[in-house]
């Protein structure tokens, strides 16, 4: 089943903060963040695994609660470059592993 | 560079043609994907392979099929049967075996269906 991502849009002044949120209503194993801009290729930003372990950029944060099924990610002092869709992916890990399901995406506007 | 190609960018054709896109990858990934992508929605997944000479279903396969012979490549036949094959077609690639392994994603072939 596909995990809820919200909000849905978020429009941010250059500088401003945000907040995407991915909850799921299995178990997960990992989430994984990717950033697409209009017409391209998703880009990797973060993996955060059942245990703790996570990977990914330097300027963006993020959290995984796994008794909720809930990943959160934290984007600070925007950029103009931080425009573009976000896609939350959940692996439920067993037969599955290495699955990806993602979510509808966020749709993130940073004005100058 | 290493990198996944998918090709072409643009793909035009008529109704019940089945169509072949390209996916080629010289990262030396393990497992590759299909994605769809239509307007304003998120990824699905059409077919996988963790493995040459195995591959499984996705959420979304019924009306495709997909081959892989090589490590570096797994193309995707869009058939007759697909009911609304114009969309935006993503392939992706991956390490196994290891957890915090990404997937890289190609730039994608746009198929337009009339």
């Known amino acids: 089943q596909q995990p809820v991502q919200s909000p849905q849009a978020v429009i941010l002044r250059e500088g401003e903060d945000a907040v995407i949120n991915c909850s799921s209503s299995k178990a997960l194993y990992s989430v994984h963040w990717y950033r697409q801009k209009h017409g391209e290729a998703p880009v990797f930003l973060m993996i955060l695994l059942k245990g703790g372990e996570q990977k990914g950029h330097d300027k963006i944060s993020a959290s995984f609660n796994e008794k909720k099924q809930q990943s959160s990610l934290y984007l600070t002092a925007s950029q103009l470059s931080y425009s573009g869709t976000y896609f939350c992916?959940?692996?439920?890990?067993?037969?599955?592993?290495?699955?990806?399901?993602f979510g509808q995406g966020t749709i993130l506007t940073v004005h100058p | 560079d290493g990198g996944i190609t998918q090709s072409p960018k643009y793909l035009f054709r008529k109704e019940g043609q089945n169509v072949t896109l390209s996916c080629e990858q010289n990262?030396?990934?393990?497992?590759m994907y299909w994605y769809r992508q239509d307007p304003g929605q998120g990824l699905r997944l059409i077919y996988y392979s963790q493995i040459v000479n195995d591959f499984q279903k996705g959420d979304i396969a019924e009306g495709y099929s997909v081959s892989r012979e090589k490590k570096e490549s797994f193309p995707l036949t869009v058939t007759s049967a697909q009911k609304n094959p114009t969309a935006f077609y993503l392939c992706?690639?991956?390490?196994?075996?290891?957890?915090?392994?990404?997937?890289?994603f190609g730039p994608g072939t746009r198929l337009t269906v009339t």
């Open positions: 992706a690639s991956r390490l196994a075996g290891g957890l915090l392994y990404e997937q890289y």
């Open positions: 992916g959940t692996d439920a890990g067993g037969t599955s592993y290495g699955k990806l399901t």
């Open positions: 990262l030396n990934h393990d497992a």
